[in-house]
């Protein structure tokens, strides 16, 4: 027997422990899982627009004849961007409400019919949650990720594990394909006096947050190819970074 | 979605196809997850969530051949990702790691508990590649793309991960050499 053979077979006894637990899950659980989180995306895309929707209707109000005004002076570089993106923030509140249903069924890159998500400028930041254990796939945090990703609008979820990590942290992994670099975009938030002690890989980018937490992005490619979305992270970390 | 029926059929057939490729891979899969991670619980997350991201999808899948390799890589990656989230660390394990304290033990069951004990203190990535490559079978080209890495970066790794698993288990199993 050689080396390999000798190891391979530890291996297997090791993996074929006569004590495992039963699986803990069955194929039942699994379909009515996805389902769940199919119902869960399709409330968060009809939040978020609801959220995008109002925040459009705040900046109607409170700037009205904006064009003329020289607000974005008092804007951050970010908001100003988004501005100038869309007088759609102006103009969400006459064509809403759009079909929100349909947000999940667009594919990534029909997300530049979605109205760009004027958040306003004087929000304070998101910040940490406030859940029992934290949301895998933060709503919120998602809609900061679209306003500068919009093509990942459409992105299903990642896989992660259901372990319960502490509500205060805001967490996102989507599955993203952008431009045939298809791979994990993760997007973590830790709250104030959570320290990253691990080494950041090669495409992960951290930066302090307005709310004195840290923000942590990373992308992570399917195959030997590019990593998705290599080349806008620092956009990503610098347009979080003030929001949360 | 991936699990509600089709007015044709064609979600019946869908369904019915999932849960076969369930069935059949579940508990191989367990077994990948349960070496990677070190505890079947966490295993049973990590192949569940791996499941439910494959149902979503699970009808537009076209080549029904590249699933192992997907579920293989996703599960990795689930794991890896998860040991070095900074509050993975603060989340540790509440199971303490002491099963390394059985070396020297001939039994079947103490030298099963001794590799899961010591793959547990070798990095996860090392880890990993030791996983794909003596439970899964995998050669290094295979394992490379698993991984999405060099099929140098598998060698280095496997000499590297037996090392540490050498180094981990002391005399326990002796005679592990570095693979590659």
Do not use: N
């Amino acid at each position: 027997m050689t080396d390999d053979e000798r190891l391979a077979a530890l291996f297997r006894d090791a993996a074929s422990d006569p004590d495992a637990p039963p699986p803990a899950f069955g194929h039942d659980d699994v379909v009515a899982a996805s389902r769940r989180i199919t119902a869960r995306r399709r409330s968060a895309a009809v939040a978020a627009a609801a959220v995008i929707g109002l925040a459009g209707l705040g900046a109607a109000i409170v700037l009205p004849g904006s064009a003329e005004q020289s607000t974005s002076a008092a804007a951050p570089a970010p908001e100003s961007a988004r501005d100038a993106s869309g007088g759609r923030a102006g103009s969400a509140e006459l064509s809403a409400p759009y079909a929100a249903d349909d947000l999940e069924s667009e594919g990534p890159g029909s997300a530049d019919s979605a109205p760009a998500p004027p958040a306003p400028a004087a929000a304070p930041p998101l910040g940490p949650g406030d859940g029992a254990c934290a949301d895998r796939q933060d709503a919120g945090l998602r809609a900061l990720v679209e306003e500068v990703l919009p093509d990942a609008a459409g992105a299903p979820p990642a896989a992660t594990t259901d372990v319960c990590l502490p509500g205060t942290h805001r967490y996102l992994a989507l599955q993203v394909d952008p431009g045939g670099a298809p791979g994990v975009l993760s997007v973590a938030y830790l709250p104030p006096g959570t320290v990253a002690d691990s080494a950041p890989a090669p495409t992960e980018l951290a930066a302090p947050t307005a709310s004195g937490g840290t923000v942590l992005v990373s992308a992570t490619p399917d195959g030997p190819g590019p990593a998705p979305y290599a080349d806008r992270l620092q956009d990503l970390v610098d347009h979080l970074a003030p929001l949360l | 979605m991936g699990g509600e029926p089709d007015g044709d059929g064609s979600g019946d057939v869908s369904e019915i196809s999932f849960e076969e490729f369930f069935r059949t891979r579940r508990d191989a899969l367990r077994r990948t997850a349960y070496l990677l991670c070190g505890d079947w619980h966490r295993a049973d997350d990590h192949v569940q969530a791996a499941f439910v991201a494959l149902h979503r999808h699970w009808r537009r899948i076209r080549d029904k051949a590249a699933l192992d390799a997907w579920m293989r890589r996703t599960l990795v990656r689930a794991v890896v990702d998860e040991s070095r989230r900074p509050w993975r660390r603060e989340r540790a394990t509440a199971e303490p790691d002491d099963r390394r304290a059985v070396p020297g033990a001939a039994d079947a069951v103490a030298t099963r508990h001794v590799l899961v004990g010591g793959l547990r203190s070798v990095p996860p990535r090392q880890r990993a590649v030791l996983v794909l490559r003596f439970l899964e079978g995998l050669d290094v080209p295979a394992t490379a793309a698993a991984l999405s890495c060099s099929e140098g970066t598998v060698k280095s790794q496997t000499a590297a991960g037996l090392a540490a698993l050498r180094t981990a288990l002391g005399d326990a199993l002796d005679d592990l050499r570095p693979a590659g």
